[in-house]
T-cell receptor, first 112, second 109 residues
Framework: EAGVAQSPRYKIIEKRQSVAFWCNPI?????LYWYQQILGQGPKLLIQ????????DSQLPKDRFSAERLKGVDSTLKIQPAKLEDSAVYLC??????????FGQGTRLTVV | QKEVEQNSGPLSVPEGAIASLNCTYS??????FFWYRQYSGKSPELIMS????GDKEDGRFTAQLNKASQYVSLLIRDSQPSDSATYLC?????????FGKGTMLLVSP
């Protein structure tokens, strides 16, 4: 069974530029999560989808971050414009409902 | 605001010892509890899930849940240097999956 796929693995951008991350969840997983993990901290939930509907986006900085999940499968997370403090690893995870969640390899973003 | 509290460590144990990792959570509606292991530079990997009060054993790992005390723990028996990692506690209620900051475990040979 294929795991959660994310791309790119690494991205370096200048502040004020835009960036997008892509995630393909495990087949059949209705729930998809985007987390931000800053070095030395636990994952912080940015947005959670159930199929293509948003369950929770309370911690998503909506002035600069956006996310979508078209057709309830793949998802993209976008940052525009990026700030230095957005440097982090962006993790995508998927699960069947609220059961065990499985993570992709993550995208390491560096904003300079 | 749902919160998960973990001692950040590092927790240092010698090889072969029992490592005990603890976690408390604030949301009494939580139903599912998970332990993830995260090696440096890698993404979190699920190692244990527990849904009811009591103990759950899987190989060298034992998860313990006490919903009345809002407490969950992970015991690692016969600790190995390869167990050195950050251990993240997580819980979910009816919706979101919330993580703690993690406890770093160092197992010395």
């Amino acid at each position: 069974e294929a795991g959660v796929a994310q791309s790119p693995r690494y991205k370096i951008i200048e502040k004020r530029q835009s960036v997008a991350f892509w995630c393909n969840p495990i087949s059949g997983h209705a729930t998809l999560y985007w987390y931000q993990q800053i070095l030395g901290q636990g994952p912080k939930l940015l947005i959670q989808f159930q199929n293509n509907g948003v369950v929770d986006d309370s911690q998503l900085p909506k002035d600069r971050f956006s996310a979508e999940r078209l057709k309830g499968v793949d998802s993209t997370l976008k940052i525009q414009p990026a700030k230095l403090e957005d440097s982090a690893v962006y993790l995508c995870a998927s699960s069947l409902g609220t059961a065990e969640a499985f993570f992709g390899q993550g995208t390491r973003l560096t904003v300079v | 605001q749902k919160e998960v509290e973990q001692n950040s460590g590092p927790l240092s144990v010698p090889e072969g010892a029992i490592a005990s990792l603890n976690c408390t959570y604030s949301d009494r509606g939580s139903q599912s509890f998970f332990w993830y292991r995260q090696y440096s530079g890698k993404s979190p990997e699920l190692i244990m899930s527990i849904y009811s009060n009591g103990d759950k054993e899987d190989g060298r790992f034992t998860a313990q849940l006490n919903k009345a005390s809002q407490y969950v723990s992970l015991l690692i028996r016969d600790s190995q240097p390869s167990d050195s990692a950050t251990y993240l506690c997580a819980f979910s209620g009816y919706s979101t999956l919330t993580f703690g900051k993690g406890t770093m475990l160092l197992v010395s040979p």
